[in-house]
């Protein structure tokens, strides 16, 4: 029965030690702070997204707004804007 009594035990203790080190995660994470680096995280990939569009394009090297990025058949990636999108569809190019 003695052993019993340990495995218990040692059962109890080990219950109470996950709950405590749950209680301690959930404590430590504040939920505001996280929430308030995800936005400043989603603020800065919305920018790094917005930058290409002031790249000129590959083809006439004219900063004409947002631009298409296509993978040519030697491996190189160009980014062509609306106009020269027709010549990239022509040469089978495949947007990426
Ligand atoms: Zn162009």
């Known amino acids: 029965m003695k052993y019993v009594v340990i495995l218990l035990v040692l059962l109890a203790l080990g219950v109470g030690y996950y709950i405590v080190q749950k209680k301690k995660t959930s404590s430590s994470s504040d939920p505001l702070r996280t929430t308030s680096s995800n ?14 569009g002031e790249q000129p394009c590959s083809s006439c ?6 631009l ?6 030697n491996g190189t990636v160009v980014g062509l804007c609306k106009d020269c999108q027709s ?10």
């Open 39 to 52: 936005v400043i995280s989603m603020d800065s990939h919305r920018k790094a997204k917005q930058s290409p």
């Open 61 to 66: 090297k004219k900063k004409n707004g947002k």
């Open 87 to 96: 010549k990239a569809k022509k040469r089978d190019m495949l947007p990426l």
């Open 68 to 73: 298409i990025f296509y993978a040519q058949d």
